[in-house]
């Protein structure tokens, strides 16, 4: 804001209301920089009023991420959190913790029938979100050998409903599109 009298300063002050108080704030222009001081209670209201607004952000954002099933551990969500990926024994841990059925997809970076699979597997996770405990988790069987192993994996991809206990099932599907994914993951056998 510039000053139409030359380099003279201009002063003004508004009248704000904070919290039902109601402040001053006086402000300056001077060669082009404007300054603005809070009265003194004002300007305590003011940090108190923003350090209240991020305190409620971290605890919304902490609730958000135990209800999304974060438990400390480092797994990626992927897909706009609607499927967790495993890259690790201890991510699988971590998934295990939450005590629901998973149903896993079992996967390698380099298969190409496991990208052919990935958009419906996807949208099986988007089909299940509103009515379903079910938690999708893609395995990469080349980052976590172990759990593919632990699975009896032998190739990609392949699919297993983990019970809550841990103990897993092969999943036979008559074809891998999202619609044959959903009812087997949210099949009540």
């Known amino acids: ?9 201009m002063s003004r002050v508004l009248n704000i209301d904070i919290g039902g108080q109601s402040h001053q704030v006086n402000c300056t222009t001077n060669n082009g920089e404007e300054t603005c001081v809070v009265d003194g209670a004002g300007a305590g209201r003011i940090c108190q009023v923003i350090l209240i607004a991020v305190v409620v952000l971290i605890a919304v954002l ?6 999304s099933g974060g438990s400390g551990g480092s797994f990626n969500l992927g897909g706009g959190g609607l499927v967790r990926t495993v890259e690790s024994d201890a991510d699988y841990q971590n998934l295990l913790a939450l005590n629901k059925p998973l149903f896993v997809k079992f996967h390698a970076p380099w298969c190409g029938h496991c990208k052919q699979a990935a958009p419906a597997f996807e949208e099986a996770a988007r089909m299940a979100q509103s009515n379903s405990d079910v938690v999708f988790v893609r ?13 009896g994996v032998q190739g990609f991809p392949t ?4 019970s809550p206990g841990g103990a ?11 619609r044959s994914m959903h009812t087997a993951a949210t099949s009540k056998k």
């Not at 395995?139 to 699975?151: I, L």
């Not at 897993?168 to 999202?178: E, F, I, L, T, Y």
């Open 159 to 162: 699919f297993k409903l983990v």
């Open 168 to 178: 897993a099932k092969d999943v036979n599907m008559p074809d891998r599109s999202a």
């Open 1 to 9: 804001m510039s000053s139409e009298l030359g380099d003279k300063p």
């Open 139 to 151: 395995v990469n069987g080349d980052a976590a050998p172990e759990v593919a192993q632990a699975h």
């Open 62 to 67: 902490v609730i958000r991420c135990l209800l």
